[in-house]
């Protein structure tokens, strides 16, 4: 399975932008790039997804290398409620059930 | 369209006792996973089900856990003879066409064995 890595935490100021960087070196033509964030006390939460294009929805953007080897989850501005782990998640197109969550980074957004 | 449903939300089980643990998935979704999530850890993968099938349990520990997904009602995941080891959350998802460009969670149920 291609792996994924994340720093262990992130610290971010409130309003201010967040890059949470991913590497997966490993990555195959079929992954799809993931990012899923967990809040504290709650079930995972999808946040965006791509597979080479840049991607933005009104939760965050997605900037992807062009290699594919490393991905970028876009906070433009950063509020107390974005204080969650976040996970990077490659995931085959053809084998659905295999979304492998790692340990993420957590992040802590200071006021 | 209400969310995907778990519960309990908390349960308490007595080392040897039997959890079951209710997954009700979004309207219209056909499949179900279940992970687990260990105190300051990530979440594991369990298995993944269709309705009345199960398509991958590799994650499922081969002893004392079974999940199942009947036609009608709610997936279930089974723990019996719990041991304190089993403590953790337990979190559903739900996929609406086994395509898996989003899944949706559940709250989680909580797991403690005492």
């Known amino acids: 399975d291609a792996k994924t890595t994340q720093p262990n935490s992130m610290e971010s100021n409130e309003e201010e932008p967040v890059h949470l960087p991913c590497n997966h070196s490993?990555?195959?033509?079929?992954?799809?790039i993931h990012w899923y964030r967990q809040l504290p006390s709650q079930g995972p939460e999808y946040v965006i997804h791509?597979?080479?294009s840049n991607v933005n929805n009104r939760m965050a953007s997605l900037a992807i290398a062009e290699d594919r080897k490393s991905s970028t989850l876009i906070l433009h501005r950063a509020t107390l409620r974005d204080a969650a782990v976040y996970y990077c998640?490659?995931?085959?197109?053809?084998?659905?059930?295999?979304?492998?969550f790692g340990a993420g980074t957590r992040l802590t957004v200071k006021p | 369209n209400a969310g995907v449903m778990q519960n309990p939300r908390h349960l308490v089980r007595r080392r040897g006792q039997e959890a079951r643990l209710r997954c009700s998935p979004m309207?219209?979704?056909?499949?179900v996973y279940w992970y687990r999530q260990l105190p300051e850890e990530g979440l594991k993968f369990m298995v993944y089900?269709?309705?009345?099938?199960?398509?991958?349990e590799s994650g499922m520990p081969k002893e004392r856990f079974s999940a199942e997904f009947p036609k009608e009602g709610p997936s279930i995941l089974r723990i019996q003879q719990v041991v304190r080891g089993d403590s953790a959350a337990y979190f559903c998802?739900?996929?609406?066409?086994?395509?898996?460009?989003?899944?949706?969670f559940g709250e989680g149920s909580w797991l403690t064995v005492v």
């Open positions: 490993t990555i195959s033509g079929t992954d799809y």
């Open positions: 998640i490659l995931r085959e197109t053809y084998n659905n059930n295999d979304m492998r």
């Open positions: 089900l269709q309705k009345e099938n199960i398509i991958d």
């Open positions: 998802a739900s996929d609406p066409d086994g395509i898996g460009n989003t899944i949706y």
């Open positions: 309207k219209g979704h056909s499949h």
């Open positions: 791509g597979l080479t």
